[in-house]
């Protein structure tokens, strides 16, 4: 699968009123700082480009790193990454929004968290807390599970837009790594028809709120709407011969046509769903 390149991190970040370095909030309509298309970069070839700088008068060149000598692999142990300060602090203060399960936060939670805690963050660091925060995996995976926005104080203020869902769940998948055997493709084609659904919009009006410009990621999408396409016609045909076939159970009809009564009744529910509009 193409690595799609979404405009998750525009959904995520912008939303919560993060501002530019004006001072303005942040368009959640303005373009993603990567290109917005699937191709990977590129990355600059030629030996040139391999060549170490000449170091400047006096500047001291760094020196190879060696594996210890315990080490027969040679390989050298990285240091812990050290976390954002004022992301931790975010963490203590509320870790019902910050903690190892975060919850997506309302628009404009940035202004909220300067009402809230006057003089405690450093604006620019607590725009880059929040960045950090909006764009993490976990975060993402929050977001594209379709949970509604919190505020500061844990409660359900908006639910999720169907764009932001559908473009964190795009990112979600192109940062993972498959396992041997995996299809994530055919995973996430599922995983757009389930928040297709659950949008509970027409198919045109889902795909102007999510079309982008990558192509896979757009072909991707249509085979997903196709599918559910496909799969409420067979559900409404179902429902049709089921109420003109006089059965007195869901049971009796699905032994009448050789079908599992289970599975019956989820497509009956579903053809029901559809036709009420809900």
């Given at each position: 699968m193409n690595s799609p390149v979404t405009e998750a991190e525009k959904s995520a970040a912008t939303d919560a009123g993060v501002p530019n370095e004006d001072g303005a909030p942040q368009n959640p309509q303005s373009e993603s700082r990567e290109s917005g298309t699937g191709a990977p970069r590129r990355k600059r070839g030629g030996r040139r480009h391999n060549k170490a700088k000449p170091a400047g008068d006096g500047a001291p060149v760094a020196a190879p790193v060696k594996a210890s000598q315990g080490d027969t692999r040679g390989n050298v142990q990285a240091a812990p990454r050290r976390q954002n300060p004022a992301l931790l602090q975010l963490q203590q203060l509320y870790p019902q929004l910050f903690g190892e399960n975060p919850k997506p936060l309302k628009r404009g939670i940035y202004q909220d968290l300067e009402a809230a805690q006057p003089g405690v963050f450093a604006p620019a660091d607590l725009k880059l807390a929040l960045g950090i925060h909006t764009r993490s995996g976990r975060y993402l995976q929050a977001v594209s599970q379709g949970q509604p926005r919190h505020d500061l104080a844990g409660n359900v203020v908006e639910q999720m837009a169907p764009e932001h869902v559908f473009h964190a769940l795009v990112e979600v998948f192109r940062r993972k790594k498959p396992r041997e055997g995996e299809d994530l493709t055919q995973k996430l084609r599922r995983r757009m028809e389930i928040a297709f659904e659950a949008s509970g919009l027409t198919r045109e009006a889902y795909l102007e709120l999510v079309r982008g410009r990558d192509e896979a990621t757009n072909a991707l999408l249509d085979e997903a709407l196709a599918e559910?396409?496909?799969?409420?016609?067979?559900?409404?045909?179902?429902?049709?011969?089921?109420?003109?076939?006089?059965?007195?159970?869901?049971?009796?009809?699905?032994?009448?046509?050789?079908?599992?009564?289970?599975?019956?009744?989820?497509?009956?529910?579903?053809?029901?769903?559809?036709?009420?509009g809900s």
């Open positions: 559910v396409a496909a799969r409420s016609a067979k559900d409404e045909a179902l429902l049709r011969a089921y109420e003109m076939s006089g059965a007195t159970s869901v049971e009796a009809f699905a032994d009448m046509y050789g079908m599992q009564a289970r599975q019956v009744a989820q497509q009956l529910d579903r053809a029901r769903r559809l036709k009420s």
